[in-house]
């Protein structure tokens, strides 16, 4: 995905958000409370990850990061939304999900659940995000599978899932011809859901 492309996709994506505030126009209460959703939906394009430090993020891995990954994020850049349904995180702080875990959310391996540390050893995290008010979720690339792609697929964990072995289980979803792609697209797409769900709650309350 090239900066034209996603520049197309911001534009037409914070157009749909002003769409939505627009259609409750006539509900002042409304606007009172939700007219910061056209800055806090703005999507951000940030400064560019430099070829140094993406070839020491993947020495200290140990592992290749997708192709489609390391030409955006050199030649377009670090993106995110400002109501945080993503970012995307500097090369320095990519990690397994194993060592996020342990030093975010405290798990001692070797004393709780020593058997997940192997898939989770194989899961990197690249991008941030919150699932809702509550929930807190990682973006990752999925190292499973053991195959020799270059492009991995993407595994979407959030913290309450920590103990269900069973997520871990998973077979890998099927990768497509360019994981960035995926997972741009799939950022818009989650960030509008969260637009709407947030106005329509408002609108419930308040009938």
């Not at 259609?23 to 959703?37: G, L, T």
Request: aromatic fraction near 14%; proline fraction near 4%; hydrophobic fraction near 40%.
């Amino acid at each position: 995905m090239d900066l034209n492309t996603l520049t197309e996709l911001k534009n037409t994506h914070e157009a749909a958000v002003e769409q939505l505030l627009l259609a409750h126009k006539d509900n002042e209460a409304f606007f009172a409370e939700y007219s910061y959703m056209r800055d806090e939906y703005c999507f951000d394009i940030g400064g560019k990850a430099e070829p140094a430090e993406l070839k020491a993020a993947q020495e200290r891995l140990s592992m290749a990061l997708p192709p489609s990954y390391v030409e955006f994020v050199t030649t377009v850049g670090l993106t995110r939304f400002r109501s945080n349904a993503y970012k995307m995180l500097p090369p320095d702080q990519i990690a397994t999900l194993s060592d996020v875990l342990e030093t975010q959310w405290k798990v001692n391996w070797s004393r709780e659940h020593p058997q997940l540390k192997a898939n989770t050893d194989k899961i990197v995290v690249f991008a941030l995000g919150n699932a809702d008010q509550q929930d807190f979720y990682y973006v990752c690339f999925d190292y499973r599978d053991n195959t020799q792609s270059a492009e991995r697929p993407l595994f979407y964990f959030c913290q309450d899932e920590i103990w269900d072995a069973s997520h871990f289980a998973q077979q890998p979803s099927e990768v497509g011809k360019s994981t960035i792609d995926t997972f741009i697209m799939q950022g818009f797409e989650h960030a509008l859901e969260e637009a709407d769900e947030l106005i329509t709650c408002f609108l419930e309350e308040y009938e």
